[in-house]
């Protein structure tokens, strides 16, 4: 059973809109939430991360949003760039434990 | 540049043979995980440590997969014998293990199992 989902494997955006990567989550002893990116024939980097204390973390043109009651993460990038073009996998954590639980990924492409 | 290093970066073997991926964590870093790629599932965590320890292992086939962590620079994968269903990327990542942290992944070994 799958504790992270990612619902949609492949998104196309045109460079300079917004893209919004979505994922669910069903463990309520989540508390920490990362978004990894990857590239081809590369491991996942990190990107950017929230905890459950907070509702909104901003990096740059990067801004994760959390829905706690919906058990709802999102990444939203902005302005989208074709360097954008990776793979996003969402990633869950119980605190307590220091293991991770990763989604299936989705597929962004940026439209020059 | 710390890096999370993984040897061999590709393998090719038949079924049934013996296959070690290896791992040098960043130094400093007492958490390392092992993870699988596949089109179906994702990143699946087969294993983790934590000072050197394993603290889960519960994603891995026990007939046929072994983890270990012989120092504190080195981290094996072991599978045997090998199935071509074992075809993957593996990954390995390190973290400082406080708490919940951003884990550091390596360029991962790809492995087909003919």
């Known amino acids: 059973d799958q504790q992270v989902k990612q619902n949609s494997p492949s998104l196309s955006v045109q460079e300079g809109r917004i893209s919004i990567l979505n994922c669910d989550y069903t463990?309520?002893?989540?508390?920490?939430f990362l978004w990894y990116k990857k590239y081809p024939a590369e491991g996942p980097t990190f990107l950017i991360s929230?905890?459950?204390?907070?509702d909104k973390n901003e990096d740059g043109r990067f801004t994760v949003f959390l829905n706690k009651s919906a058990k709802h993460l999102s990444l939203h990038i902005v302005p989208s760039q074709p360097g954008d073009s990776a793979v996003y996998f969402c990633?869950?954590?119980?605190?307590?434990?220091?293991?991770?639980?990763f989604g299936t990924g989705t597929r962004l492409k940026v439209l020059a | 540049d710390a890096r999370v290093t993984q040897t061999p970066r590709h393998k090719v073997t038949e079924m049934g043979q013996e296959v070690t991926m290896r791992c040098q964590p960043i130094?400093?870093?007492?958490?390392v995980f092992w993870y699988r790629q596949t089109m179906m599932q994702g990143l699946e965590l087969l294993a983790y440590f934590r000072n050197r320890a394993p603290l889960d292992d519960s994603g891995m086939p026990k007939d046929r997969f072994s983890a270990e962590m012989p120092d504190a620079t080195l981290a094996t994968l072991k599978i045997q014998p090998s199935e071509p269903r074992d075809s993957a990327v593996y990954f390995c990542a390190s973290g400082l293990g406080q708490g919940a942290d951003e884990q550091f992944f390596g360029p991962g070994t790809r492995l087909t199992v003919l």
């Open positions: 130094l400093g870093h007492n958490t």
């Open positions: 990633a869950a954590s119980d605190s307590g434990t220091y293991k991770y639980i």
């Open positions: 463990n309520s002893m989540f508390d920490y």
């Open positions: 929230i905890s459950s204390i907070k």
